[in-house]
T-cell receptor, first 110, second 117 residues
Framework: LAKTTQPISMDSYEGQEVNITCSHN???????ITWYQQFPSQGPRFIIQ???TKVTNEVASLFIPADRKSSTLSLPRVSLSDTAVYYC???????????FGAGTTVTVRA | GAVVSQHPSWVICKSGTSVKIECRSL??????MFWYRQFPKQSLMLMAT?????????EQGVEKDKFLINHASLTLSTLTVTSAHPEDSSFYIC?????????????FGPGTRLLVL
């Protein structure tokens, strides 16, 4: 499983854009990149998944450079309710075991 | 997205008793489910992979005789913590693997808080 590295914490203010970059230097050819959000005492919630270039949904955008050794989750116009831990994970399609790192604690202030 | 439920959401038990936690996929079938454990202020740790109709695959360091996993149907996996002790107190979370044409994802349940007295 490819190991991921992401910042331990990030602070932001309401209405700002938050960008969290994750490094995964050993990503394999078949690996997808998935981001989850977790609130205290809840299970992780799927945010977005991508393989290359850019993926956008109603919640976030995911930017993946050509070498795929990193990815950036972009949360537009965050609100207080976006305060959570965000996990970047890399997994292989046929053996989809996820290895959770420490995640990034995002704190949004008013 | 796919919905995964867990029951119970929390449980308190005495040391030495066994506790069963259910994980259900509500609107889809899941041939593969996963069980995780999360201690306070720590990340999720994968305990085992549960495959429908076959034995579970446990991660290194997880006692298979203590954490019994049964995946008897395509929508239900159960985790039984046998002879629970206080050190087993934790947040247990299951997930179900969803495979679609353009995406493969795990969807997580809400978690079960276990407190062993």
């Amino acid at each position: 499983l490819a190991k991921t590295t992401q910042p331990i914490s990030m602070d932001s203010y309401e209405g700002q854009e938050v960008n969290i970059t994750c490094s995964h230097n050993n990503i394999a050819t078949n690996d997808y990149i998935t981001w989850y959000q977790q609130f205290p005492s809840q299970g992780p919630r799927f945010i977005i998944q991508g393989y290359k270039t850019k993926v956008t949904n109603e919640v976030a955008s995911l930017f993946i450079p050509a070498d795929r050794k990193s990815s950036t989750l972009s949360l537009p116009r965050v609100s207080l309710s976006d305060t959570a831990v965000y996990y970047c994970l890399v997994g292989e399609e046929d053996d989809y075991k996820l290895s959770f790192g420490a995640g990034t604690t995002v704190t949004v202030r008013a | 997205g796919a919905v995964v439920s867990q029951h119970p959401s929390w449980v308190i038990c005495k040391s030495g008793t066994s506790v069963k936690i259910e994980c259900r996929s509500l609107d889809f079938q899941a041939t593969t489910m996963f069980w995780y454990r999360q201690f306070p202020k720590q990340s999720l740790m994968l305990m085992a992979t549960s495959n429908e109709g076959s034995k579970a695959t446990y991660e290194q360091g997880v006692e298979k005789d203590k954490f019994l996993i049964n995946h008897a149907s395509l929508t239900l996996s159960t985790l039984t913590v046998t002879s629970a002790h206080p050190e087993d107190s934790s947040f247990y979370i299951c997930s179900a693997r969803v495979r679609r044409v353009t995406q493969e994802t795990q969807y997580f349940g809400p978690g079960t808080r276990l407190l062993v007295l």
